[in-house]
């Protein structure tokens, strides 16, 4: 069983940032694929980010790429999304994910087994 608990969200005015951290439970973390989510009202859960289980790879959404960056502590572990240049659109619930059953980053949210609570990202224009 992996707990995922994430913090960080709140409000933030157009163009700030926010770094969102994600805490898992589990002696294996360093072995789980990692990803990044968001859904807003009325929209599908989308896909923002995700990180290797060695860090070595990454991946991000069109939406997102060049300013938000996926990272990984195992020694602490943990995953973080740190935001850049937010936008109104960027306003979501967002989760974390964790992908136990291969060690390589998917978009897919099907491919992911654990997720976290979710923590709100409010975006003001």
């Known amino acids: 069983q992996v707990q995922l608990v994430e913090s960080g969200g709140g409000l933030v005015q157009a163009g700030g940032s926010l770094r969102l951290s994600c805490a898992a439970s589990?002696?294996?973390?360093?072995?789980?694929?990692m990803g990044w989510f968001r859904q807003a009202p009325g929209k599908e859960r989308e896909f923002v980010a995700a990180?290797?289980?060695?860090?070595?790879?990454?991946y991000y959404g069109d939406s997102v790429k060049g300013r938000f960056t996926i990272s990984r502590d195992d020694a602490k572990n943990t995953v973080r999304l740190q935001m850049n240049s937010l936008k109104p659109e960027d306003a979501a619930v967002y989760y974390c994910a964790a992908r136990t059953v291969d060690s390589g980053w998917s978009t897919s949210p099907f491919d992911y087994d654990y997720w976290g609570q979710g923590t709100q990202v409010t975006v003001s224009s």
């Open positions: 589990g002696r294996t973390f360093s072995s789980y694929a």
């Open positions: 990180i290797s289980w060695n860090g070595i790879s990454t």
